[in-house]
């Protein structure tokens, strides 16, 4: 599976900015997906996930109530909108896929995810 992140750029402090992740190639569900990010000199943090047959969606702490992970299935993309926008939000922000539904506790574990997407870069700026 190759997964394409885009709608990265940069924003001001308190913007918003819609990211989109899409599968190319053959069609394959994007039912258990997530993001992650990484800032320079950091390591790949978690930032949202949603499984099949949960109706949960999980957030890290430093993104709940700003962030929204929601699932185009028509187009078949996974999306993160962004509001409130902070410097710290800077990161290469990146989508990912399991096959297998994960467990809820790995969830924030990279390690748990098998496809990765490039990546697209959030700027955010004062």
């Known amino acids: 599976v190759q997964l394409q992140a885009s709608g990265g750029g940069l924003v001001q402090i308190g913007g918003s900015l819609r990211l989109s992740c899409a599968a190319s190639?053959?069609?394959?569900?994007?039912?258990?997906m997530a993001w992650f990010r990484q800032a320079p000199g950091k390591e790949r943090e978690f930032v949202a996930a949603?499984?099949?047959?949960?109706?949960?969606?999980y957030y890290a702490s430093s993104v709940k109530g700003r962030f929204t992970l929601s699932r185009d299935m028509a187009a078949n993309t996974v999306n993160l909108q962004m509001n409130s926008l902070k410097p710290e939000d800077t990161a290469i922000y990146y989508c990912?896929?399991?096959?297998?539904?994960?467990?809820?506790?790995?969830?924030?574990?990279?390690?748990?995810?098998?496809?990765w997407g490039q990546g697209t870069q959030v700027t955010v700026s004062s």
């Open positions: 949603v499984r099949r047959g949960d109706s949960n969606i």
């Open positions: 990912a896929r399991k096959e297998n539904r994960p467990i809820s506790s790995a969830l924030g574990s990279a390690d748990t995810w098998d496809s």
């Open positions: 190639g053959r069609t394959f569900s994007l039912v258990n």
